[in-house]
């Protein structure tokens, strides 16, 4: 009797929430739907646009009309486990600690930058987005959100077909053209993105105030400033497949992105004394910069096949070369001081600095699958990554007599070079019965990081990190439809060669910042509940994830004496803002995910994606921050007669937690129309984001015991855009990949060590 009530219960719950997670599932959905209609229950079916497995959450962009009209960033705004903020940083699984895959493979560019290249990257370029949230051991162990893996057209589709589309909106414009062809055993396949953006003039400013400690040394500091900048980003892709025989594949890929971008700004100053409020010095700043850059990446891959089903071998081998330059002048005018603060606004020089850094990285790899006994899986493999990274930082100086003629600063310089070698086994095990599946793991990695300073003040250092990384995860077939997943994994963060960086930055004497050369791993780990049920007609996925931080790597903002700065040359005893980065003592944080989509008929799609967190962190001494935040997302899509499709977008955040104050509340809207023609191969998208305020105003905050700071931003959020797309050619099978490739995820990237210049 109690196994007749409970079939009935789950029954009852797949028909209102259920997974399509394979073609078999698929195929015994349709039988219930088809049961159901039988009855009289009319079941309206649409494509789902997500996909839920064990360790991975997959987003069909392709099938999504808003694709055609939004740029990456923006789709990746309904995705469940992921959240954008209002100045579009990127959360997985809560942590902006997160890696960037492109095809299963890395990238370093999109790993540090992410926001800055999706946001410029059209979503037609996409074919689906991977949220990879309980990584296994053939993964490394950096990464603490998770990866996200874009699927691009590039791939390959069997036959022949070729896409172009354009866009132009009131910030830029871009193109993209795609297509494939195969001929017998092999398969090429090319992709091309260009954007330009034109960004319009944003605002910001900040307001410092001493709160405790207020000597003749202290002062309050008020900064207003503005921004313009224009950028353009190529990115192109290019893979061949070669099918030796039924057994054996060959792959071979290359990758190519660059781009640059130029940008003026200015800024102007003003010091008061937290006692008497009178001016102590004030000061203006105009500065120009332009930078570009280029990744190229290329990789191959044999894979060898058995008559064992399931037993795969693979050998890969990985070159990355990444060189990025930049050139910027800053001017100081203006500059007024008070009695006894003349020495300290000596210290600003107009400057012009040169910084050129180049990468360069090749990775071996080995990875061996193979099934034993019954329902059973052992994976294993090794890897090696030897990456040499080289910079260059030349700063110069204006000289007094001639204005006209710059000197080369050499205490101001760096010029080093930074040795990455990287060692990882791992073993894996896996078990899958008929409703369920487990997976448990084990990897180490060793590394060696060295590096030697040619020239500037830093002292050559070595660090050495061993870490064992275990995983398990654990999944149950509630229903044919609905899935529940329990896991923990341990993930780990080495600090990057920015945060290690003992170069000591004080080229604005207000704001001076070190790395810190003595930073150890940090390590988190994350216990992870979930339950998903997807249909045709209704969708959800619930996540409960708990997750905490040991040695967390923070970047830490102190004010002080500039007598107390170690290794700075002519201190003058006022009081500074000192950045750095330390190992804080933990931090601990809770989430709720929610991911809600309902075709309510065959012509609408209502949709929700949604998570409130608590965070709690502190440096096991004073600073030390908690709270809440919460953030959702949802829309509705409309077909309409004759090929028309509607669609509406709204979402919101709360300020979310860092260890020293609060970030930025946010929210934005927008609406798209899009007509289709010739068997929906000419596509037509019309789309407005924020289109009834043209000025968005952000504040953030920052405090500890001795200082207070309210920062602010002002910038432009109305666009309108059009894009235009074309198709040609027929879709057939996909063609074969290599189903192991090389994946670096090794350092915590995006890090650098320059504080916010005031």
Known sequence: MIKKVLTLIAFSLSVITSSAQTREDTLRADSIYKSLELQGVEIVKQKSLVKSDIDKITYDIENDPDSKSNSVIEMLRKIPMVTVDGEDNIQVNGSSSFKVY???????????????????????????????????????????????????????IEGYTATFSGNVSNRGAGGSAYATIKSGKLTLSGNYNYGYDDNPRSYSGSNRKTISHISDSSSDLDSEGSSKSRSDIHYGTFEASYEIDTLRLLTASFDLWGGGGRNNSDRSIIATSPLSHNQLYRYNSVGTSKSSYTSIYGGIDYQRSFSVPDRLLTLSY???????????????????????????????????????????????????????????????????????????????????????????????????????????????????LKKLSSHLGMRYEHTLQDVEYKLGRGDDFTKHFNDFVPSASIGYKLTQMSNLRLGYDMRIYRPGIWYLNPYLDDSNPTNISQGNSFLDSENNHSFSLSYSNFTPQFNINLALRHGFTRNSIEQVVKMMSDSKIPGLKNPTGKEVLYTTYENIGHSQSTYLTAYI???????????????LSYTDMDNGGTLRNHGWDLYGYGGAQQTLPKDWRLSFNIYATTPRITLQGKGTSYSSYGVNIQKSWLKKRLTLTLSATNFLKKYKKYDSTMNDSYFYADNWSKSVIQRFSLNISYRIGELKAGVRKAERSISNDDVKGGGNNNSSSE
């Open 102 to 156: 492109v095809n299963s493979k890395p990238n370093q560019m999109m790993s540090n930058n992410p926001k800055e290249v999706l946001k410029s990257m059209p979503a037609t370029s996409i074919k689906k987005i991977e949220v990879i949230t309980n990584p296994g051991p053939k993964y490394d162990a950096e990464g603490v959100g998770g990866i996200l893996n874009i699927i691009t057209h590039s791939q390959g």
């Open 318 to 432: 990985r070159i990355e070369t990444e060189p990025y330059e930049t050139d910027s002048y800053t001017n100081y005018l203006d500059m007024q001081a008070a009695d006894g603060w003349d020495n300290f606004l000596q210290r600003l020089k107009n400057q012009h600095n040169e910084s050129n850094q180049h990468s360069s990285e090749h990775t071996f790899q080995v990875d061996y699958t193979t099934p034993f006994a019954k329902n059973h899986t052992l994976e294993t493999g090794l890897k090696y990554i030897l990456r040499n990274n080289t910079s260059e930082d030349d700063r110069y100086e204006q000289n007094a007599l001639n204005i006209n003629d710059y000197e080369f600063d050499i205490d101001h310089s760096s010029h080093y070079k930074h040795r990455h070698d990287i060692f990882a086994v791992y073993i894996g095990y896996g078990l899958k």
């Open 597 to 611: 989509n309902w075709n309510a008929t065959k012509n609408t799609r209502i949709y929700i994606n949604g998570r």
